[in-house]
Nanobody
Framework: QVQLVESGGGLVQPGGSLRLSCAAS??????????MAWSRQAPGKQRELVAR???????NYADSVKGRFTISRDDAKHTVYLQMNSLKPEDAAVYYC????????????WGRGTLVTVSS
């Protein structure tokens, strides 16, 4: 089974920065064949897509984080990152990593999440 492990969450003050990491297990045969994404879920809210990076490096972001967050990937390390700057209280959530295969028949994977708390 494909496994993803998020890390880097924690408590940060508004305006602060945090970098999240998502490490994929070796059960992902070829990391380059996966689009990667970060989503988040705050209490009482639906999970929302935050950022996505395709297998060829194209990125897109939710309007709420555009200009503040940056998603990147290191295929050699089977890792995707989310650099979060200028954090706001509304950014507080559990952040999840997702791997979506670009090939038909592949299996998607979700991590268990890492908690980001933004508070004074």
């Amino acid at each position: 089974q494909v496994q993803l492990v998020e890390s880097g969450g924690g408590l940060v003050q508004p305006g602060g920065s945090l970098r999240l990491s998502c490490a994929a297990s070796e059960s992902i045969v070829s990391f380059t064949l996966y689009d990667m994404a970060w989503s988040r879920q705050a209490p009482g809210k639906q999970r929302e897509l935050v950022a996505r990076i395709t297998s060829d490096g194209s990125t897109n972001y939710a309007d709420s984080v555009k200009g503040r967050f940056t998603i990147s990937r290191d295929d050699a390390k089977h890792t995707v990152y989310l650099q979060m700057n200028s954090l706001k209280p509304e950014d507080a959530a559990v952040y999840y990593c997702n791997a979506a295969p670009i090939l038909l028949g592949g299996m998607s994977a979700w991590g268990r999440g890492t908690l980001v708390t933004v508070s004074s």
